[in-house]
């Protein structure tokens, strides 16, 4: 069964700063990995989508990386600001029963970015 | 806008009294899904659909139906809700690609069981 995990559950950093958030999953067996920001009582919101083949994405201040085969993707977010406060989250895209696919998230990591 | 819209946004009921989450998506999108959110435990999916008229169990589908007659919309049915379902629930779906697409989500709609 896939487990996807996610350290540090928490981070506070001041503004400015460049940090990196992590990702690991049991099953290297995935089609993609999806990193998502979730505002306080909000939605999710889709940053990056790294499919099984490639290495990383980036999007503005935001690259990801994927790792398939230690099970390891890291969201890196540089020069830090305030409205990046959120919680962000991963999923992977695995196999479920049927034989269907399916999304497993983590568990999140709730950002602070202090003014 | 392309989007997908949750109906209704909050909801208090009482046990045992059957509801409908209604969900629906305008970007014409196969795959569909609901999820819970709960504290501690992160998101969990109840029921997925890759497609019209195919659905298949997530991690939490007890308590819980859905249909899907049309691609669009994608109902989350609990015919005799306890107090253990509150929680808050989304509906997402993505267009396949090599895998899972990108997933957009609907805003939520927190579920209060008394």
């Known amino acids: 069964k896939q487990e996807v995990t996610q350290i540090p559950a928490a981070l506070s950093v001041p503004e400015g700063e460049n940090l990196v958030l992590n990702c690991s999953f049991t099953?290297?067996?995935?089609?993609?990995l999806q990193w998502f920001r979730q505002d306080p009582g909000k939605g999710l919101t889709s940053l990056l989508l790294i499919q099984s083949s490639q290495r990383e994405q980036t999007s503005g201040r935001l690259n990801a990386s994927l790792d398939k085969s230690s099970g390891r993707s890291t969201l890196y977010i540089a020069a830090s600001q305030p409205g990046d406060s959120a919680t962000y989250l991963c999923a992977v895209s695995s196999w479920g029963q049927g034989g269907s696919e399916k999304l497993v998230f983590g568990k999140g990591t709730k950002l602070t970015v202090n003014p | 806008e392309a989007q997908v819209t949750q109906n209704p946004r909050y909801l208090i009921t009482v046990t045992g009294k059957k509801l409908t989450v209604t969900c629906s998506q305008n970007m014409n999108h196969e795959y569909m899904s609901w999820y819970r959110q709960d504290p501690g435990l992160g998101l969990r999916q109840i029921y997925y659909?890759?497609?019209?008229?195919?659905?298949d169990k997530g991690d939490v589908p007890e308590g819980y139906k859905v249909s899907r007659k049309e691609k669009r919309n994608f109902p989350l049915i609990l015919e005799s809700p306890s107090p253990n379902q509150t929680s808050l629930y989304f509906c997402?779906?993505?267009?396949?690609?090599?895998?899972?697409?990108?997933?957009?989500f609907g805003p939520g709609t927190r579920l209060t069981v008394t």
């Open positions: 099953d290297s067996a995935i089609y993609n």
């Open positions: 997402a779906s993505s267009l396949p690609s090599t895998g899972i697409g990108e997933q957009y």
């Open positions: 659909s890759m497609n019209v008229e195919v659905t």
